[in-house]
């Protein structure tokens, strides 16, 4: 599962081919889903990967870079040489570079089209097409993998985890944005869902008021609760290779408290599995 973004644009939307039919995605969301899915999960890359560590010990002072979209998300990373943290909004950045449209966002990561630069325009560009570009080569990798890629153990489970948190966050990012999980969400009532991989990760969906917010880390109290049993059957669920319903009629999907959060969380998961498909 990973970004492929898009083959054709119109107005506001992409869309794209699958057997049979065309499925629709919002440019939108997509920007939602790139900046609070795939580009927030620079936190959790910067934490755990070796190699994103030794790219951020180059760096000769914190650089903090905001994308802000127009009619769309605005959020900040922050980079310093112990790691990466995502902020909404403009707050504290150094280096800001604005997008015209959702649209345009989205170039930046589908053939790495950058914005306009309006704060600290050399730092902006000099990281963009440096560190930042090497660390967003490296998640690509990461989230893309290859067949041989994948024969490495620690690659794999790497793969998976940082799969697991980009998924996490696209499902506020399209429960907020996509007009599809919306509906969804104004049926969720509010509370904490505990996701996670036992043992190894986890992530908290918080929805108040039928907004959704992923935050990286175990809930606390959960309303309700989706764990699955390892890495691999992850692994296989999140690339369609093991089937969810044998997999929870074995018991190695775990569902609990209020069931009605996890089936709707699931119906936004089918519009998470178009988005980075």
């Avoid at 790691?83 to 150094?94: E, N």
């Avoid at 800001?96 to 309006?118: A, T, Y």
């Avoid at 969720?188 to 996701?195: A, C, R, W």
Wanted: hydrophobic share 40%; charged share 20%; net charge neutral.
């Amino acid at each position: 599962m990973y970004f492929s973004i898009c083959d054709i644009i119109i107005k506001d939307y992409l869309y794209y081919n699958t057997e049979g039919g065309i499925v629709l995605k919002e440019a939108k969301a997509m920007a939602y889903v790139n900046m609070y899915g795939v580009l927030a999960t620079l936190e959790k890359l910067c934490e755990i990967d070796d190699e994103a560590k030794i790219i951020l010990s180059g760096l000769k002072s914190p650089v903090s870079l905001c994308f802000d979209v127009e009619n769309g998300p605005c959020g900040t990373f922050h980079f310093s040489k112990s790691g990466c943290k995502f902020t909404d909004g403009s707050a504290g950045c150094t280096c800001k570079m604005n997008f015209k449209s959702p649209g345009k966002f989205n170039e930046l990561i589908d053939s790495s089209k950058p914005g306009i630069p309006v704060k600290g325009v050399v730092q902006v560009l000099s990281f963009l097409l440096g560190p930042f570009t090497k660390l967003a080569d490296r998640l690509t990798k990461l989230l893309r993998p290859s067949a041989d890629d994948l024969k490495n153990r620690a690659f794999f489970e790497e793969s998976t985890i940082l799969t697991f948190y980009t998924i996490a966050g696209a499902i506020s990012a399209l429960a907020n944005s996509d007009s599809i999980s919306m509906f969804t969400a104004q049926s969720t009532v509010d509370g904490k869902i505990s996701m996670g991989i036992k043992n190894v990760c986890y992530a908290t969906v918080y929805v108040k008021n039928h907004k959704f917010t992923t935050i990286k880390e175990k809930a606390e109290s959960p309303r309700a609760i989706m764990e699955f049993a390892s890495v691999d059957l992850a692994n296989g669920l999140f690339n369609g290779t093991v089937s969810t319903i044998a997999e929870l009629c074995k018991g190695n999907i775990y569902m609990a408290g209020m069931i009605s959060m996890v089936d709707n969380l699931n119906r936004i998961l089918d519009r998470v599995a178009v988005y980075l498909a």
